[in-house]
């Protein structure tokens, strides 16, 4: 898989935020990011099916660049919305008040954020609205520089933050040069700074 493709990928999983699971999106991430690329286009478009989450005909082009089999049944099988919709969470700096404690992870995803060329981290608290596919949770968004692999960068952090801490938050890697979704634009809006390099 070339540069351009990869990005592709990179740029399906941004869009596709908030909007399949949490679950499901990072195994996606994290089976591209590993190379399975036959897995991570099972999972993907297998659970966007399988959850009845639409896709635009402009996210189903980007889709074509990347799949193995880009004119498949299971392509054909995800419903085709026309436009995306707005984010199903509200967003805000502070949790409600018997929201867990989010002081471990803030100190090890700041340490985290370095080797992985981050710039900042935000954390939001993710409320969800009707139609939401999970439940409420510290969000992260982890800016990084220009050119980095946010699908790598992903996979890293969120496997350190289970491994050190046995715990699962919502984290969002975004590169300098990459266009944010509405899920990251809405999780930075209303986020409390963490960390800047």
């Not at 740029?11 to 949490?22: F, K, N, Q, T």
């Not at 969470?89 to 471990?104: M, Q, V």
């Not at 980095?148 to 996979?155: I, R």
Request: hydrophobic share 45%; aromatic share 8%; proline share 8%.
């Amino acid at each position: 898989m070339d540069a351009k493709t990869y990005a592709a990928v990179a740029e399906v999983c941004r869009r596709l935020a908030g909007r399949l699971s949490d679950d499901v999106l990072g195994t996606v991430r994290e089976n591209y990011a590993a190379g399975e690329f036959d897995l991570g286009d099972d999972a993907l478009l297998l659970n966007l099916a399988y959850q009845g989450v639409g896709i635009t005909i402009e996210e189903q082009t980007l889709m074509r660049t990347f799949l193995g089999d880009p004119d498949g049944p299971d392509l054909a099988d995800v419903p085709v919305i026309a436009e995306v919709p707005p984010p199903s969470y509200r967003f805000s700096p502070g949790g409600p008040g018997n929201a867990p404690d989010p002081a471990l992870a803030d100190a090890l995803l700041s340490a985290e954020a370095p080797a992985w060329r981050g710039r900042s981290l935000h954390r939001s608290w993710r409320a969800p609205l009707d139609g939401a596919p999970d439940a409420g949770a510290w969000t992260y968004v982890l800016r990084v520089a220009e050119g980095t692999d946010e699908l790598a960068a992903f996979s890293g952090v969120t496997s350190r933050l289970w491994v050190s801490l046995k715990q699962k938050w919502p984290v969002e890697v975004i590169a300098e040069d990459s266009a944010r979704g509405p899920y990251q634009a809405a999780a930075l809006a209303a986020a409390y700074p963490v960390w800047h390099a």
